[in-house]
């Protein structure tokens, strides 16, 4: 039995968490958000929750297939009934037509991190503890957080954290930095919320917009508040990335208006800004990224290639590698 550290409470760290558990390791979790979830995070407001990052989630290898099935039987998940449609700008010609395909997507109930918190139940979680530093001596791990704390005696460490902070983390604690070549993979995303009094022509609008790439709207999400998310896409959200939440209230309200024809009052909720959301079509996905002499991996969905399922398949991927490490030292004794 190993004692294992895993950086990062989302989809991939609590997929990798969980493997690794049912192996007979002993693991404990770090995140530096107070809950987790990662970009499976719903925001819970007093009208119901908010799917803020990830609106949904498809299944199509085998092994993810059969998990999506195991959540829906405990009720973690359900199939969301979405009608969808296509948002495009088109030298200034704005058109929303509806865009029907045959795609299962699932959604998180009563909220996305569901399935994601019931992974990692009965796993040790320190949440508000980001971890800044490591440190590798005689075939041990400390790890040492942002508030003073130490935790020391970890075998391997996995970390599940965006590239750009996983880069700062090797830095600090003077390792190779194995994140060289992918610390650009992740690019940013704005994500506004909006209430209006509307019938939504759509519940999952895809975009092919110069500001835009999705808009959700969660009156067929069980456990939300009925409202409209948009994700603004990466060109726009890194132009104007420091802008202030009023500015994309502004911009959301002017799109409802003039592009989904929304009358009536328009409430603004929450904007939010994720760093690391998508990933660069132009970029391959690099795997997972190893230092196995020093038992420390790394993966997230960006190993590859986005999306929620290549996330937790990502999980199982940094599990079998410790796995993997583990019968050959042994066989080397």
């Known amino acids: 039995m190993k004692k294992i550290a895993v950086l990062g409470a989302g989809l991939t760290g609590a997929s990798a968490a969980a493997s690794l558990v049912r192996q007979g390791h002993q693991v404990t979790v770090f995140d530096k958000g107070r809950a987790a979830g990662g970009r499976m995070s719903s925001k819970r407001t007093e009208q119901g929750y908010l799917d803020m990052g990830a609106q949904y989630f498809t299944a199509r290898s085998d092994v993810f297939t059969q998990q999506v099935k195991q959540w829906l039987e405990a009720g973690l998940v359900e199939l969301w009934r979405c009608k969808t449609a296509l948002l495009s700008d088109d030298e200034g010609v704005i058109s929303l037509t509806a865009s029907e395909d045959k795609q299962q997507r699932f959604i998180g109930i009563p909220s996305m991190q569901s399935p994601v918190s019931a992974l990692l139940q009965g796993i040790p979680l320190l949440t508000s503890c980001r971890i800044h530093k490591l440190d590798y001596q005689q075939q041990c791990w400390t790890l040492y957080a942002e508030d003073g704390q130490h935790y020391a005696g970890f075998d391997a460490v996995l970390v599940t954290v965006p590239p750009v902070q996983a880069q700062q983390l090797m830095t600090q604690s003077g390792l190779a930095n194995i994140f060289d070549s992918v610390t650009d993979l992740l690019e940013p995303c704005w994500a506004v919320a909006v209430q209006a009094q509307s019938i939504p022509y759509g519940d999952a609008i895809f975009c092919q917009h110069p500001q835009l790439r999705f808009i959700s709207h969660q009156q067929h999400k069980t456990g939300r508040s009925s409202c409209y998310i948009l994700h603004f896409n990466a060109q726009f959200s890194a132009l104007h990335l420091d802008e202030p939440a009023e ?35 132009q970029m391959a996905p690099p795997g997972i990224l190893a230092m196995p002499a020093q038992q420390l991996w790394a993966a997230g969905d960006w190993s590859y290639g986005g999306r929620v399922e290549n996330a937790y398949l990502a999980g199982l991927q940094l599990a079998q590698a410790v796995h993997e490490y583990s019968d050959h030292t042994e066989a080397m004794r």
Not at 254 to 273: C, P, Y
């Open 247 to 281: 500015f994309w209230f502004e911009r959301s309200s002017q799109i409802l208006r003039q592009e989904l024809q929304v009358k009536g009052d328009i409430k603004t909720l929450v904007a939010h800004r994720w760093l690391y959301a998508s990933q660069k079509d």
